[in-house]
């Protein structure tokens, strides 16, 4: 059973940047994973931050945070990160890691999209003060 514990969350300053860290356990050898960060306000609906895979495809972003957001991967340690720079209020949120069932492809480009994913941390708190 795939699982995943989010990290790093925290408060910032608007201006400020945080990294969140997202472990991952139970992956299956020589399977390729697509694995991707969101976000949800309360009351909101989760949406989609970043996507990348642990196979050769170029990452992906949502439009609010190209140029600020980066994410990126170490295979060696199952872990996938989410660089996050000129934070602002608006970025406030509970950060979620997700991951799918993974495949043999090596690769696949990854949506950033919550109904291709099948497995979720339990967030982690991200708060930017202005």
């Known amino acids: 059973q795939v699982q995943l514990v989010e990290s790093g969350g925290g408060s910032v300053q608007a201006g400020g940047s945080l990294r969140l860290s997202c472990s991952a356990s139970?992956?299956?050898?020589?399977?390729?994973?697509?694995m991707a960060w969101f976000r949800q306000v309360p009351g909101g609906e989760r949406e989609g931050v970043a996507s990348?895979?642990?196979?050769?495809?170029?990452?992906a972003y949502v439009d609010s945070v190209k140029g600020r957001f980066t994410i990126s991967r170490d295979n060696d340690k199952n872990t996938v990160y989410l660089e996050m720079h000129e934070l602002a209020p608006e970025d406030t949120a509970i950060y979620y890691c997700?991951?799918?069932?993974?495949?043999?492809?090596?690769?696949?480009?990854?949506?950033?999209?919550?109904?291709?994913?099948?497995?979720w941390g339990q967030g982690t708190q991200v708060t930017v003060s202005s």
């Open positions: 997700a991951a799918d069932r993974g495949r043999y492809y090596r690769s696949v480009q990854c949506a950033v999209d919550q109904s291709h994913y099948n497995y």
């Open positions: 990348i895979y642990t196979g050769i495809a170029d990452p």
């Open positions: 139970g992956f299956s050898q020589g399977r390729y994973y697509c």
